[in-house]
C-alpha cells in the first residue's frame, strides 16, 4: 500500500496540511477530492481538484490509496468507511519530522505531523490524527478516529476515547482516561478520568455540558 500513488480526501486546512505531509515523505499524489463538481480542476498548492465521489466512483480501486485530509472526526469516519467498503485502501501518513518509535503501533488511516512525537507501547488508532507537535507518551492510547490537537500531550499510559478530540496545547496527566466522543478544550489539564461524551475544559478541566447538547445548539 505504502508504494500507491496518493489522493487526498479534503481539499481544505488539514487536507493542505496532508499534502505536505505526503510530499515531504516523497508520496507521488495525483491531487484532492472535495465535494462539489464545480471546483474539479482548481488548484491547491501545487495540486488540482480531482473530482467528487463521482469522479472517485469511476476509478480504479487499486491504482491508488487514500488519505484522509478531514479534520472533523466524525465526517472523516463516515468518509473512511465508504471508501473502505467501495474497495479503496486508507493511506497512513507520517511526516518525516515525526518521531514513531519502532514498538508503537499506527492504525489504517491515521496521520502523525511534523513534529509530533509517538513513544514506545503507545497505540495510535485507525484514523486518528497526531497533530504538529503533539506528544502520545509511552503505553498511552488513541482511539479510532480521534484527534490529538497540536501541542497537546497525552502522558504515560493516558487515553483519548474513539472520535475524542483533545484540544490545542491541552495536557492528560499519566494513565488518566478519555471517553467517547469527548471535547477537551484548548490549554486545558486533564487530572481526572472523563465519561463519554462531554465538553470539558480548564485547569483542571471540569465538565461543562454534553456533546448532546452541543450538537442541538
Not at 508503537?104 to 497533530?131: K, Q, W
Not at 478544550?185 to 472523563?194: P, Q, S
Not at 483542571?204 to 445548539?217: E, H, L, V
Request: charged share 15%.
Amino acid at each position: 500500500m505504502m508504494g500507491l500513488r496518493v489522493v487526498i480526501s479534503g481539499a481544505g486546512g488539514h487536507g493542505k496540511v496532508i499534502a505536505d505531509a505526503l510530499f515531504c515523505a516523497g508520496a507521488e499524489m495525483l491531487g484532492f477530492i472535495e465535494a462539489g463538481p464545480s471546483l474539479a480542476g482548481l488548484r491547491v498548492l501545487d495540486f488540482p481538484i480531482l473530482g467528487d465521489d463521482g469522479w472517485l466512483a469511476s476509478q480504479s480501486r487499486t491504482s491508488f490509496a487514500i488519505a484522509l485530509g478531514i479534520g472533523d472526526n466524525e465526517v472523516r469516519q463516515r468518509l473512511a468507511s465508504a471508501y473502505t467498503s467501495a474497495g479503496f485502501q486508507l493511506r497512513t501518513v507520517i511526516h518525516p519530522n515525526a518521531v514513531v518509535s519502532r514498538w508503537a503501533t499506527v492504525g489504517e488511516g491515521a496521520s502523525i505531523l511534523a513534529g509530533a512525537i509517538v513513544n514506545p507501547g503507545a497505540s495510535i488508532g485507525r484514523g486518528a490524527i497526531i497533530n504538529t507537535g503533539a506528544v502520545v507518551e509511552h503505553d498511552a492510547v488513541v482511539g479510532d478516529f480521534a484527534h490529538v490537537a497540536p501541542h497537546s500531550t497525552l502522558a504515560g499510559g493516558a487515553a483519548l476515547g474513539a472520535l475524542s478530540l483533545l484540544g490545542t496545547g491541552a495536557s492528560v496527566k499519566p494513565s488518566t482516561k478519555i471517553g467517547l466522543r469527548c471535547i477537551i478544550g484548548a490549554g486545558a489539564t486533564v487530572t481526572e478520568d472523563i465519561p463519554d461524551a462531554v465538553v470539558a475544559m480548564g485547569v483542571p478541566a471540569r465538565i461543562s455540558r454534553s456533546t448532546a447538547a452541543r450538537a442541538k445548539s
